[in-house]
């Protein structure tokens, strides 16, 4: 049946529980991969939009464990390890006290039938033999509490087999010495009077020192509260009582199911009875407080795990990742080189943005190409430490690389000018020649040099000069022609030749953004203190002052013939306020094929015109004319220009 049948036959709130359970039938555990169950578990509590789907899949599950003697003896041992390690956990989380106990019973008995029949019968003997005795404590401590007047409901406790069983087996203990295998539950109308039972009880029988527990102060994580006190009572055996009252009681028992409980107390005290059999009468109530179900739900949710979202790899291996992580987190965490590899990505099969957030539940594929690098835009949204710190390193790492060709390019053209037509090679015969010039610029190694040279910590003529001064003492004579031609060919401010840029140098060369220089502007190359080298407009008043400030940074720059890429640049279009109008400039703009990057608009739109500030990449100067000669033509534009910095 599709969800559109389900919401025509039984409405809407049954058919996203169907959906709910639907979901939770497709996660397949596999038990071998113990470390995942903890997972498994917040996984189905994080899944279930609505708590009621957890309370079906439970009862479901509590079925399928009564039935279990009917079912291939081979099944057995796998159902019954998952109920111990999922879904009693999840009972017992969500403080459905009798399901939790019946689950583990019916999985210990399935799991280990020879362990469970052994217990039983010894169990079942010492019942028998202290059944007397435990009449004899109730009959005295029903007189101690009739005697100050006190109403109290008193029920006996025994231990399940399985927690009997797991006492032994993780204490190593002896049956025998399994000591709080009896208790009673003390209920009492008020939260003073469960205080006032404990003083009762410790004047009737001695107190186990250490063994005293107030979770009505401090309610456990699952909403439960009562005092804990263990006794030692007639004939030395160790007895537990519990205090609590009657609304205590129901969380006790119905845990979560308790929230919609509560209402149907009353002062009688057949209060816990009502409220027993209000139970399923109150999950069909839920339908029409569906808002506030879900709204406990969440809060639930948040106490449990309350910074982690839980995702599927294809191979159905569960990731926990922070609250907020996206897709570039989760491709680092499987692994760095799908993190600096990633290219696109399927959730459920859907196609997404590399930055889309993960949710609970979400099956995360992603799609990698060996020349794809990571993209510097990643660090603003990415939410993981490791996440950060890989993109970091490979950005870093790319970027003194690429300074280092920078670097023995600069190197090489400021050796020209100097009347050599290249740099000596790094031979035997050159060796201690490279070790003076390292000497002089302080770097360790040549690399480390070059790499300086292209971030602008040194600058190239003045270490071209010194290996000039090196040379010349080894007998090298510059060649006067080459020193002439390059020294006066190039701008007269400037001491080298020119740097050819296409757009491919990535992390090395930066384009200034005050004035957002395209192919065809005239330029010139800032050496900045360890940012290398900034490209700005011959005319931006940024780069005027920075070289009247600062002139043996400059280098000369010149565009390629053929750029790789399209460059950014900012235009300002003044329009008539209108309906459509941005639209109509957007779309002259896909028009004339340039792309948008950016677009500012002005708060003032009760203005008869208004400025529209693009950022815009084109491939060169003609390129931006021409989108610029489309907006002019356009209705409503007034006027439409290139931004420039201001001075």
Same mark, same amino acid.
């Given at each position: 049946?599709?969800?559109?049948?389900?919401?025509?036959? $039984?409405?809407?709130?049954?058919?996203?529980?169907?959906?709910?359970?639907?979901?939770?039938?497709?996660?397949? $555990?596999?038990?071998?991969?113990?470390?995942?169950?903890?997972?498994?578990?917040?996984?189905?509590?994080?899944?279930?939009?609505?708590?009621?789907?957890?309370?079906?899949?439970?009862?479901?599950?509590?079925?399928?464990?009564?039935?279990?003697?009917?079912?291939?003896?081979?099944?057995?041992?796998?159902?019954?390890?998952?109920?111990?390690?999922?879904?009693?956990?999840?009972?017992?989380?969500?403080?459905?006290?009798?399901?939790?106990?019946?689950?583990?019973?019916?999985?210990?008995?399935?799991? +280990?039938?020879?362990?469970?029949?052994?217990?039983?019968?010894?169990?079942?003997? #010492?019942?028998?033999?202290? =059944?007397?005795?435990?009449?004899?404590?109730?009959?005295?401590?029903?007189?101690?509490?009739?005697?100050?007047?006190?109403?109290?409901?008193?029920?006996?406790?025994?231990?399940?087999?399985?927690?009997?069983?797991?006492?032994?087996?993780?204490?190593?203990?002896?049956?025998?010495?399994?000591?709080?295998?009896?208790?009673?539950?003390?209920?009492?109308?008020?939260?003073?009077?469960?205080?006032?039972?404990?003083?009762?009880?410790?004047?009737?029988?001695?107190?186990?020192?250490?063994?005293?527990?107030?979770?009505?102060?401090?309610?456990?994580?699952?909403?439960?509260?009562?005092?804990?006190?263990?006794?030692?009572?007639? #004939? %030395? /055996?160790?007895?537990?009582?519990?205090?609590?009252?009657?609304?205590?009681?129901?969380?006790?028992?119905? %845990?979560?199911?308790? +929230?919609?409980?509560?209402?149907?107390?009353?002062?009688?005290?057949?209060?816990?009875? =009502?409220?027993?059999?209000?139970?399923?009468?109150?999950?069909?109530?839920?339908?029409?407080?569906?808002?506030?179900?879900?709204?406990?739900?969440?809060?639930?949710?948040?106490?449990?795990?309350?910074?982690?979202?839980?995702?599927?790899?294809?191979?159905?291996? /569960?990731?926990?990742?922070?609250?907020?992580?996206?897709?570039?987190?989760?491709?680092?965490?499987?692994?760095?080189?799908?993190?600096? =590899?990633?290219?696109?990505?399927?959730?459920?099969?859907?196609?997404?943005?590399?930055?889309?957030?993960?949710?609970?539940?979400?099956?995360?594929?992603?799609?990698?190409?060996?020349?794809?690098?990571?993209?510097?835009?990643?660090?603003?949204?990415?939410?993981? %430490?490791?996440?950060?710190?890989?993109?970091?390193?490979?950005?870093?790492?790319?970027? +003194?690389?690429? #300074?280092?060709?920078?670097?023995?390019?600069?190197?090489?053209?400021?050796?020209?000018?100097?009347?050599?037509?290249?740099?000596?090679?790094?031979?035997?015969?050159?060796?201690?020649?490279?070790?003076?010039?390292?000497?002089?610029?302080?770097?360790?190694?040549?690399?480390?040099?070059?790499?300086?040279? %292209?971030?602008?910590?040194?600058?190239?003529?003045?270490?071209?000069?010194?290996?000039?001064?090196?040379?010349?003492?080894?007998?090298?004579?510059?060649?006067?022609?080459?020193?002439?031609?390059? =020294?006066?060919?190039?701008?007269?401010?400037?001491?080298?030749?020119?740097?050819?840029?296409?757009?491919?140098?990535?992390?090395?060369?930066?384009?200034?953004?005050?004035?957002?220089?395209?192919?065809?502007?005239?330029?010139?190359?800032?050496?900045?203190?360890?940012?290398?080298?900034?490209?700005?407009?011959?005319?931006?008043?940024?780069?005027?002052?920075?070289?009247?400030?600062?002139?043996?940074?400059? /280098?000369?720059?010149?565009?390629?013939?053929?750029?790789?890429?399209?460059?950014?640049?900012?235009?300002?279009?003044?329009?008539?306020?209108?309906?459509?109008?941005?639209?109509?400039?957007?779309?002259?703009?896909?028009?004339?094929?340039?792309?948008?990057? +950016?677009?500012?608009?002005?708060?003032?739109?009760?203005?008869?015109?208004?400025?529209?500030?693009?950022?815009?990449?084109?491939?060169?100067?003609?390129?931006?004319?021409?989108?610029?000669?489309?907006?002019?033509?356009?209705?409503?534009?007034?006027?439409?220009?290139?931004?420039?910095?201001?001075?």
């Amino acid at each position: 049946m599709t969800k559109a049948d389900l919401i025509d036959r $039984f409405g809407a709130p049954v058919a996203e529980l169907v959906d709910g359970l639907t979901k939770l039938d497709k996660l397949q $555990f596999n038990t071998r991969e113990e470390n995942q169950a903890e997972s498994f578990r917040k996984m189905l509590l994080a899944m279930a939009r609505d708590v009621r789907v957890i309370l079906i899949k439970l009862a479901d599950r509590t079925h399928n464990m009564r039935t279990l003697s009917d079912m291939p003896r081979s099944k057995w041992g796998r159902i019954s390890s998952e109920t111990l390690e999922i879904y009693a956990p999840i009972a017992h989380r969500l403080g459905l006290n009798q399901t939790y106990r019946e689950l583990q019973d019916l999985a210990f008995r399935h799991l +280990h039938p020879w362990r469970y029949a052994t217990l039983s019968k010894a169990i079942q003997k #010492s019942r028998n033999r202290r =059944r007397d005795l435990l009449q004899k404590v109730q009959t005295d401590v029903d007189a101690a509490f009739a005697k100050i007047g006190m109403k109290v409901r008193l029920a006996g406790r025994e231990k399940t087999l399985y927690a009997i069983y797991q006492k032994m087996d993780m204490k190593h203990l002896s049956f025998a010495q399994v000591t709080d295998m009896y208790g009673f539950r003390v209920i009492v109308p008020t939260i003073t009077d469960c205080y006032t039972a404990l003083g009762v009880l410790h004047q009737m029988f001695k107190p186990v020192p250490g063994k005293f527990k107030d979770h009505i102060a401090i309610a456990k994580l699952n909403g439960y509260q009562s005092l804990h006190t263990t006794l030692v009572g007639p #004939s %030395g /055996i160790n007895i537990e009582f519990q205090m609590r009252t009657e609304e205590m009681h129901v969380v006790a028992e119905a %845990g979560v199911a308790a +929230h919609w409980l509560y209402k149907a107390q009353n002062a009688d005290g057949k209060s816990a009875e =009502r409220l027993g059999t209000k139970w399923l009468q109150s999950l069909l109530d839920i339908q029409n407080e569906t808002r506030d179900a879900a709204e406990f739900w969440d809060h639930v949710k948040v106490d449990l795990f309350p910074d982690a979202v839980y995702v599927f790899t294809p191979k159905s291996q /569960i990731m926990a990742l922070p609250r907020g992580a996206t897709v570039v987190d989760f491709a680092y965490a499987i692994h760095s080189n799908v993190g600096n =590899r990633a290219t696109t990505a399927k959730i459920n099969n859907e196609q997404v943005p590399l930055r889309t957030e993960l949710k609970n539940g979400d099956v995360v594929e992603i799609a990698t190409d060996p020349v794809s690098t990571p993209n510097p835009a990643w660090l603003g949204f990415v939410r993981t %430490g490791r996440a950060r710190s890989k993109i970091r390193h490979y950005l870093k790492t790319l970027a +003194h690389t690429e #300074s280092e060709g920078l670097g023995e390019k600069l190197l090489t053209q400021a050796i020209r000018a100097e009347g050599l037509e290249q740099l000596p090679p790094l031979d035997p015969e050159n060796h201690a020649l490279w070790d003076k010039l390292l000497r002089f610029t302080g770097n360790r190694t040549r690399s480390e040099l070059m790499t300086d040279l %292209g971030l602008g910590k040194r600058i190239a003529s003045i270490v071209a000069k010194r290996l000039m001064v090196l040379m010349s003492e080894n007998g090298h004579r510059p060649d006067a022609l080459l020193m002439t031609r390059e =020294r006066y060919t190039s701008h007269e401010t400037l001491s080298q030749g020119a740097v050819t840029l296409d757009g491919s140098e990535n992390a090395s060369v930066q384009y200034a953004p005050c004035c957002r220089p395209v192919p065809g502007d005239s330029i010139v190359g800032y050496l900045g203190r360890g940012e290398g080298l900034v490209v700005h407009t011959a005319q931006c008043n940024v780069a005027k002052r920075l070289q009247h400030k600062d002139s043996e940074r400059f /280098i000369a720059v010149d565009w390629s013939e053929e750029p790789t890429r399209l460059f950014e640049t900012g235009i300002v279009v003044t329009v008539s306020n209108g309906k459509g109008v941005l639209a109509r400039v957007a779309a002259d703009l896909a028009h004339a094929e340039a792309d948008i990057t +950016h677009v500012d608009m002005d708060d003032e739109v009760t203005l008869d015109t208004a400025d529209l500030r693009f950022v815009i990449a084109v491939r060169d100067q003609a390129h931006l004319e021409t989108a610029l000669r489309n907006l002019r033509r356009t209705q409503s534009v007034i006027r439409a220009e290139r931004t420039m910095p201001q001075a």
